[in-house]
């Protein structure tokens, strides 16, 4: 039976928000020794964009610090000479990393819980379940979707931020002792790597709302369902005017039109306010909410049509959709079969899921490659360096080109190479 941990040993500390405070931890901090334990707690269902309203960080011989980085953002500006220097053990580090990047943080090395249980193969990778798992210690749950935004912040869940880094580092030991028994720290290392590299600043480190709202509006949820121009056109208009209003609001942008709503209109194209109110889940009962998105419909559709948007095929994969292979594209669709049954027992052998191992995505990708659909005459990989090369511009990292190399040989390039009977 796990032992229950419903706050901190030491104590929950206060909440730091002057920069006094914060220097004084940051000194506590640099004394330290070991790994940074680093979380977040954000709010992006309640406000604009998924900024960090607390920060948790803890260091063996510092203790933990909970610090507000939104009451005084000038507050947090001792923290990044010293803490940039730390490895930072995170779990599932692509969720705080944007965050804490907009902060000016960003770890000289990182360690990912998330990615060490999903290279163990661990069934359950959520912070509570490993560190029962390999702690034995249950932790308090209950507060993790809560408005962090809130002040002040009422004392459990203060003791659930300072929980989420209390055990971090001695579970990082725990997984990487047990990775290290399968040699797989290496594995540990590249997928961490990638995923530090991936949110660097200057190079998709930060928040996204940073960048310039008409850079972003193809990222809209149901963009896929808009193929005509009319639809573009809407769609963009409505993603920008509800980007524009939760934006001046600070308040989530589900808040002003619900995603799954912004996509229906802009797929069906109404004709007037009757036919928009008509719509599921449209704020009909919001005073002068039809009125205000019929406007932004009838503007977007008045504009010169040289102006509309037009579809981008960049933003989704060159080839079709695979469930069109089958009657388009044959070869394709047997080359696929093949390689997915042989990525899923491989992944079956080493006791991890087959999207650990490479994206379902990627391996179509392979399959539509090697069967010489998505390749110019004679540029079709024949060899296995070519098949490394193009595991690596699908962004494969070195442990994942090494084990589908061989796959992909053994399933596509060996059968090719025997002679007819």
């Known amino acids: 039976m796990c032992a229950a941990l419903l706050s901190p040993s030491g104590g929950t500390p206060g909440v730091l928000s002057t920069r006094d405070e914060v220097e004084a931890a940051v000194e506590a901090l640099a004394g330290g020794s070991g790994p940074l334990a680093v979380d977040t707690e954000r709010a992006s269902a309640y406000r604009y964009d998924d900024r960090a309203f607390l920060i948790q960080l803890r260091r063996a011989g510092a203790g933990t610090f909970l610090i507000d980085p939104e009451t005084n953002r000038g507050a947090v500006a001792p923290l990044p000479g010293v803490l940039n220097d730390m490895t930072w053990v995170l779990h599932a580090a692509s969720s705080d990393l944007p965050a804490l990047t907009d902060l000016g943080l960003y770890p000289a090395e990182l360690i990912d819980t998330e990615l060490a249980g999903r290279l163990l193969g661990l069934p359950k990778v959520n912070l509570a379940a490993m560190t029962e798992e390999l702690l034995g210690v249950s932790l308090a749950k209950?507060?993790?979707?809560?408005?962090?935004?809130?002040?002040?912040?009422?004392?459990?869940?203060?003791?659930?931020?300072?929980?989420?880094?209390?055990?971090?580092?001695?579970?990082?030991?725990?997984?990487?002792?047990?990775?290290?028994?399968?040699?797989?720290?290496?594995?540990?290392?590249?997928?961490?790597?990638?995923?530090?590299?991936?949110?660097?600043?200057?190079?998709?480190?930060?928040?996204?709302?940073?960048?310039?709202?008409?850079?972003?509006?193809?990222?809209?949820?149901?963009?896929g369902r808009l193929r005509r121009a009319e639809q573009l056109a809407v769609g963009r208009a409505l993603w920008l005017e509800r980007d524009r209003i939760a934006k001046g609001r600070d308040v989530s942008p589900v808040m002003?039109?619900?995603?799954?709503?912004?996509?229906?209109?802009?797929?069906?194209?109404?004709?007037?306010?009757?036919?928009?109110?008509?719509?599921?889940?449209?704020?009909?009962?919001?005073?002068?909410?039809?009125?205000?998105?019929?406007?932004?419909?009838?503007?977007?559709?008045?504009?010169?049509?040289?102006?509309?948007?037009?579809?981008?095929?960049?933003?989704?994969?060159?080839?079709?959709?695979h469930r069109h292979w089958e009657e388009r594209h044959?070869?394709?669709?047997?080359?696929?079969?093949?390689?997915?049954?042989?990525?899923?027992?491989?992944?079956?052998?080493?006791?991890?899921?087959?999207?650990?191992l490479l994206k379902p995505s990627d391996v179509r990708e392979i399959a539509w490659v090697m069967s010489g659909e998505g390749a110019a005459p004679g540029d079709m990989p024949r060899t296995?360096?070519?098949?490394?090369?193009?595991?690596?511009?699908?962004?494969?990292?070195?442990?994942?080109?090494?084990?589908?190399?061989?796959?992909?040989?053994?399933?596509?390039l060996l059968p090719r190479r025997q002679p007819l009977d």
């Open 330 to 356: 044959p070869a394709a669709a047997v080359l696929y079969a093949a390689l997915r049954e042989a990525h899923e027992l491989l992944a079956e052998d080493l006791g991890i899921a087959p999207e650990t």
């Open 142 to 223: 209950g507060h993790g979707r809560e408005d962090w935004s809130r002040r002040p912040l009422p004392g459990d869940w203060l003791d659930y931020a300072a929980l989420d880094v209390e055990l971090l580092v001695e579970l990082a030991d725990a997984l990487v002792a047990a990775l290290a028994e399968l040699d797989r720290v290496e594995w540990l290392r590249q997928e961490s790597e990638a995923v530090r590299t991936a949110f660097r600043p200057g190079a998709g480190g930060g928040l996204p709302t940073n960048r310039p709202a008409d850079e972003r509006w193809r990222s809209m949820k149901g963009y």
């Open 384 to 412: 296995d360096g070519q098949v490394r090369a193009l595991l690596e511009g699908l962004g494969a990292r070195p442990w994942q080109v090494e084990l589908m190399a061989g796959l992909v040989a053994e399933t596509v």
């Open 256 to 321: 002003v039109l619900p995603h799954d709503v912004l996509a229906t209109v802009a797929e069906k194209v109404p004709r007037g306010e009757t036919e928009l109110a008509a719509i599921r889940g449209f704020p009909r009962r919001r005073k002068g909410a039809a009125k205000h998105w019929d406007r932004v419909v009838r503007n977007a559709l008045r504009a010169p049509r040289r102006d509309w948007p037009r579809p981008d095929r960049r933003d989704g994969p060159s080839r079709p959709h």
